[in-house]
């Protein structure tokens, strides 16, 4: 049974920094691209990014470019969401996701349907 568990999530200051994580167990970490998404209330789900499994390669949204970074430790089943330069509208529940198939290359789009596996999600507020 693959399990996500996000965490990492609060309140912060507009201008601040989170680190998001997403412990996963149930897969071959190593094997599977993640991806980060974020929903907003009234809002469809949002893709952020992605990582390859073996953290070479990543993409964002340009929403999040230039702010936010993915990273992963395969030795410890996490992948990572930096985030800075923190904004109100960055409010929203967080989601890690795991790929819907495994390739240590393989990149998913920003497609819901390329991933097959999802955390519960974590809470971000940023004030102003």
């Known amino acids: 049974q693959v399990q996500l568990v996000a965490s990492g999530g609060g309140l912060v200051q507009a201008g601040g920094s989170l680190r998001l994580s997403c412990a996963v167990s149930?897969?071959?970490?190593?094997?599977?691209?993640m991806g980060w998404f974020r929903q907003a209330p009234g809002n469809e789900r949002e893709f952020l990014t992605a990582?390859?499994?073996?953290?070479?390669?990543?993409y964002y949204a340009n929403s999040v470019k230039g702010r936010f970074t993915a990273s992963r430790d395969n030795s410890k089943n996490t992948v990572y969401l930096q985030m800075n330069s923190l904004k109100p509208e960055d409010t929203a529940v967080y989601y890690c996701?795991?790929?819907?198939?495994?390739?240590?290359?393989?990149?998913?789009?920003?497609?819901?349907?390329?991933?097959?596996?999802w955390g519960q999600g974590t809470q971000v507020t940023v004030s102003s």
């Open positions: 996701a795991a790929a819907h198939r495994s390739g240590t290359w393989y990149l998913p789009t920003n497609s819901e349907a390329d991933f097959g596996s």
């Open positions: 990582i390859t499994g073996s953290g070479g390669r990543t």
């Open positions: 149930g897969l071959t970490f190593s094997s599977y691209a």
